[in-house]
């Protein structure tokens, strides 16, 4: 069963913030919002997470409802590299490690 | 730079042969981790593995086994290969308790 559920495809225009948008009305308090992205032909890249308060990274910012129950990804500036599937995941630690369900994901497509 | 690297970018096997695909990480990472992906079916985990000779199965590990001899080397096998093996495998690695995963480049295997 799919612990989060996201829009299947975005467009952004190149240069504008792009807000992804993930659904997850069933995690639990001690599950984490991890954000990944896979961009054509390589492995996932970790992005950013957090449990409940809103994040902020390099590459992106975290913003989490304060019922948990959903949250954005925003990359503050689209460029052309960042079009990929951007994967929403909420997982909690278990034997030591997180073990990541990855969804279908977002396809975000950053027109020029 | 932290790497994950993975014996091969593509291979291609016949129906009933064993294969052997290597993944070696140097970030002395505890956790070690095998996934396929396919179309429409995203990311799928078969084996972890915590530490050295430890390992624990994952959502779809039939037809698949793994050893973990050395920390820095984690590797999946195929005993007896099948067409439905044929698929994207991606191996990555993780500090013990920490959901940041590294991504090898992975490796598409078709099995004719």
């Known amino acids: 069963d799919a612990k989060t559920t996201q829009p299947p495809s975005m467009d952004c225009a190149e240069g504008r913030a792009a807000n992804l948008p993930c659904n997850h009305s069933?995690?639990?308090?001690?599950?984490?919002v991890y954000w990944y992205r896979q961009i054509h032909s390589q492995g996932p890249q970790y992005i950013i997470h957090?449990?409940?308060n809103n994040e902020t990274n390099e590459m992106a910012s975290l913003i989490i409802t304060e019922d948990r129950k959903s949250s954005t990804l925003i990359l503050p500036h689209a460029t052309l590299r960042d079009t990929a599937v951007y994967y929403c995941?909420?997982?909690?630690?278990?034997?030591?490690?997180?073990?990541?369900?990855f969804g279908k994901g977002t396809k975000l497509s950053v027109i020029p | 730079d932290v790497k994950v690297t993975q014996s091969s970018r593509y291979l291609v096997k016949r129906t009933g042969e064993k294969v052997f695909l290597e993944c070696v990480q140097d970030?002395?990472?505890?956790?070690m981790f095998w996934y396929r992906q396919d179309p429409g079916l995203g990311l799928r985990l078969i084996y972890f593995?915590?530490?050295?000779?430890?390992?624990e199965k994952g959502d779809i590990p039939e037809g698949y086994s793994v050893s973990r001899e050395k920390k820095e080397r984690f590797s999946l096998i195929l005993e007896s290969a099948s067409t439905n093996q044929t698929s994207m495998y991606l191996c990555?690695?993780?500090?013990?308790?920490?959901?940041?995963?590294?991504f090898g480049p992975g490796t598409r295997l078709t099995v004719l």
């Open positions: 957090g449990l409940k």
């Open positions: 970030m002395d990472h505890e956790n």
């Open positions: 593995s915590y530490d050295v000779k430890m390992k």
């Open positions: 990555a690695s993780s500090l013990i308790g920490n959901g940041e995963q590294f």
């Open positions: 995941i909420v997982s909690a630690l278990e034997a030591g490690s997180y073990q990541l369900t």
């Open positions: 069933t995690i639990s308090g001690n599950e984490y």
